[in-house]
């Protein structure tokens, strides 16, 4: 499994490179650049061609790519072009607030997909699986920012009530800090619940049928017992890779949940950056989310192991 490791952490670096490197250039290529909207909007400098000297933008784009990545790989991914804070200090005042959301978003989806999933495998055909497939259907078509849209409007029409849009600390007040994040938490997490859903019942339905699942049966063991211990930890493999790949959609998710719900998590710095052509931040944050996805992918492969002992990496 060592020499596994060392291909894929390889393949991992080269990975975020490339990621990075096309982020880098894209970004450049949007209309208007960021000191066409300084002078614009805030006249920040009369003379464009000293403005970009200034901020280090009339370099050769390999030039400020080699500069920047030299200085992220020691750990500073450079200031913001706007308000001069530190992109890593925006970060770390983020991150857990980003990482809060997505924890609350996976719980809710494994909570409602996994147990569905499963009595959808264990009734096949019945009533209940038939919801349970219409359901995952229903939630895997309603697009997230549609759905907090119609949160966020009709319930003002109708009832003049609005969701909780102000963020709040744990140590300023535990509830309203746990209650601003349940509807944002639930957008994100409806969709990968569908999916969980149909891969739970597909997976569960296959290991089912498998001799060593009958030889349980025939020894009299309860239904919960085959269920749970020799059926669901075999299924789980699939899963546990579907988590994998779905951090990348709850990171994606938060940039317009965020918003729309005025979370200030990594998303919405993002989505903000964005609009401000704010390079530094926009790399900083591309650079952080593909590590940390590349890294728990890598971190899925090898939990493959782990979890069903028959598999083994040469």
Do not use: C
């Amino acid at each position: 499994m060592t020499g596994y490791i060392v291909r894929r952490i390889g393949l991992a670096a080269v990975t975020v490179l490339l990621v990075l490197l096309f982020a880098f250039s894209i970004i450049r290529l949007i209309p208007g650049d960021v000191v066409q909207l300084m002078v614009a909007e805030q006249g920040y400098a009369a003379d464009v061609e000293a403005l970009r000297r200034q901020l280090g933008l009339a370099d050769p784009i390999h030039v400020q790519f080699s500069r920047w990545m030299g200085n992220a790989l020691q750990g500073d991914f450079g200031q913001s072009l706007w308000t001069k804070r530190s992109v890593v200090e925006e970060l770390k005042r983020r991150l857990p607030i980003s990482a809060e959301l997505g924890a609350y978003a996976i719980i809710f989806g494994l909570a409602i997909g996994l147990p569905v999933g499963t009595l959808a495998a264990i009734r096949q055909d019945s009533w209940m699986d038939y919801l349970a497939r219409s359901s995952a259907i229903a939630l895997l078509s309603v697009p997230g920012f549609w759905m907090a849209t119609l949160i966020l409007v009709f319930p003002l029409k109708w009832f003049g009530w609005t969701p909780p849009l102000r963020y709040y600390s744990w140590t300023d007040d535990p509830w309203q800090h746990f209650t601003f994040f349940l509807l944002p938490a639930a957008i994100l997490g409806y969709a990968l619940a569908g999916g969980i859903m149909r891969l739970t019942r597909t997976m569960m339905l296959e290991v089912l049928r498998q001799d060593y699942i009958r030889t349980a049966w025939s020894k009299g063991l309860r239904e919960r017992v085959v269920v749970v211990r020799h059926g669901l930890r075999n299924a789980l493999i699939p899963v546990v890779t579907l988590l994998g790949l779905q951090f990348g959609f709850v990171i994606s998710g938060t940039v317009i949940t965020e918003s729309i719900f005025n979370v200030p998590g990594v998303g919405r710095y993002f989505f903000e950056s964005i609009l401000n052509r704010d390079y530094p931040a926009i790399q900083g944050i591309v650079f952080f989310t593909a590590s940390i996805v590349v890294l728990l992918n890598l971190v899925v492969d090898i939990a493959y192991a782990y979890i069903d002992p028959r598999i083994r990496y040469l």
